[in-house]
């Protein structure tokens, strides 16, 4: 056994005992830090996401600075998109799809074979990465969800209430399904290419999924995140589901065979380990705590390290993505009481 | 008894049997609707909620198009804050504070006595709207939660993250409890304000209620809440409180002295019956179902009327705001379908 496959964030993955609680937190290689504005200068977000060299370095700067539990590829969610024949800019109002899918024309013109081959700069990433981060941290690989995926297709960017997808569900559920089934395979295909480049866990990202009915959650995102959670089963690699806003949906998510679950700050994890008690969970500090005092960072931090010795395991992170305005200082705070922290 | 007494909104809201559900939709009297555009090219957004006659006139057209069970006074949440000296304006970004409540010192300074004098526009206009609807429909007044409101005032207008009220409870919760307890104090002066005009219902709104954490929705919501509710207790106006994205918190709102809880969509009504048998519920169709199909319009409502039979009352409702695009076609089929269900 490597050293790696004993680290502390991995053994709380698969539940196995561990003296203190790993925590790396989402979005860490980010616009909080100087020294990734200082790459974002010279390289645009599209720009570094495709190149490799410039990915690994922004992947690091986190580790570097903090020594944060686990790395996660620097990347987006939509880059399995552009080879699908859906490209995307960024613009300062977020994404933005060159066209939105919408029609039967659109969907069936969507290419789901080309995963591997037009990514090929991520699983280059995951290499360089992989070599500069050695036996001592591990490096999470990630793809958002099919259906949050398929908001930003069919919204064409954000959403406030998601009123071209919900037409499409209220109207035509088999386009919907069909245009889900397609962003499904390629998900399973570009994440047993994150698997091969060498990543040691696997984050599927539903940031949208929790805006359904439960019924249609079901129906619509349930089977195809099932899908991409058992095609990895036999990878050896740990799997993680973050659904936000996920409290209405337990029932339904406790069903997957998957070893951790993301959870926000809006559910207490005392809670969220009483209703799950065969998961690692994953969390759940507000990310706005970090703007406020450090005596709450601290106590608050504590408290969600205390209650998740309760957990199967437990890997601290925020509820959600750090935010551009986190201080430097308030993530060390963080960083030293969890990692002070003694089970 | 009047046949007020006896409409079928008010007999579910106190959980008496009727033959037939309730239905009214949040924002019935809003954009969606050709005749209230048409009011809206004579008089601004703020002039409409300031003129009895026209605050009057839109709050009928809905019922008079539709026949809903109920009435809803047509006004803002934001109107109580103007006399406390919180004046505000709606532009097309939403509305905008005319400067944000911050610190100590805007707090000190806002006013709580001016309710009734500084919104008597209100009560006229509740005693117009009562004279139109007569023995027939029930009106509902309404106010913000203070939380709710909280969020306006501290960060001027809408938000995302909400960066501002975070920041301050987090490193100045004394000051968020200052705040909150003075809009408690405007909120049940201008509800008392409402019922002594004449309304025959009360829904207190909580759209933001739910981007905290549950300890902290118990420490900053749930007392004020409660505050609120309680002051109308004795009042025979029953009371809904509208708390969306309520699903993390039901162990806390199931405390509450109320009549009846709304829900959005995101959680299945059934679920909802079983965990709050106690309380009649009001929803909770999702408002972009109004953009699909008239088979799955009827199908799905035809469900959710179903389900509510087994609740303690129900008043079928959307689960939040309908929205400007919404067919009036749609909005017919619902209508109809609801008021056609037998129980």
Known sequence: MSTLH??????????????????WVMRQAGRYLPEYMAVRKKLSFNELCRTPEAACEVTMQPIRRFGFDAAILFSDILVPLEPMGAPFHFGDGG???????????????????????GT???????????????DKTPLIGFAGSPFTLATYLIEGGGSKNYENLKTMLYSRPELLDELMDKLTDQIIDY??????????????????????????????ILPRVRRILDSLADSGVPRIYFLKGNAPFLESVKTLDVEALGMDWTMDLSDGIKKLPNYSLQGNLDPLVLYGDHDQIRSRALEICRKGTEAKG????????ILPKAPIAAVETLVETVQGFRR
Chains 1, 2 share one sequence.
Do not use: C
């Open 6 to 23: 004993d680290s502390i964030f991995l053994k709380n993955l698969r539940g196995e005992p561990t003296d203190r609680t790993p925590i």
């Open 95 to 117: 994404p933005k799809l060159q066209r939105p899918i919408r029609s039967e024309d659109d969907i069936r013109n969507l290419n789901v074979t080309e995963a591997r081959e």
């Open 120 to 134: 090929g700069y991520v699983a280059e990433a995951i290499k360089l990465i992989k070599g500069e981060l050695g």
């Open 191 to 220: 994440l047993a290419m994150q698997v091969e480049a060498g990543v040691d866990a696997i984050q599927l990202f539903d940031t949208w999924g929790g805006i359904l009915h439960p019924q249609d959650f079901d129906k619509v």
């Open 314 to 321: 437990h890997v601290f992170n925020l509820g959600h993505g």
